[in-house]
């Protein structure tokens, strides 16, 4: 299988639905030969834990400005971030979708929207959800 094109990076959402598609196979599988299967069987505490753990890391890797590590911890970062996606049942491209939106939109509009959202959303004393 090729996994690069020519520019030497590939096409990120071909590659993370490609991987989406690896973790997704691997739900079945014994947890005694699978890390993903091993850590899905675990379940969302497991998931959410290490992806606290590979997010510090790096951290870690930016703050002392190694580009090596901090390219390989982002990796893990995403990697462990897919496998949250596949216990919830969602995608890749989902998210992708979420940032095709918000492109082009001003940072500080977008969550000033979401704000705004959170707090119509949220219930009251004189309005119950």
Not at 31 to 45: F, H
Not at 66 to 85: K, N, S, Y
């Amino acid at each position: 299988m090729t996994r690069r094109n020519d520019t030497g990076t590939g096409d990120a959402g071909s590659i993370l639905e490609r991987l989406a598609a690896v973790l997704e196979s691997r739900k079945g599988a014994d947890p005694e030969r699978s890390y993903v299967a091993k850590l899905l069987a675990k379940g969302p505490d497991a998931i959410l834990k290490k992806i606290g753990e590979e997010a510090t890391e790096t951290v870690l890797a930016a703050k002392d400005g190694a580009p090596e590590r901090i390219v390989a911890e982002t990796a893990d970062l995403w990697f462990h971030c897919l496998v949250m996606l596949a216990h919830y049942g969602l995608s890749p491209s989902q998210v992708l979708d979420e940032l095709a939106r918000r492109e082009g939109l001003s940072g500080l509009d977008e969550k000033a929207a979401r704000t705004n959202r959170a707090t119509k959303d949220r219930p009251t004393k004189d309005r119950p959800k």
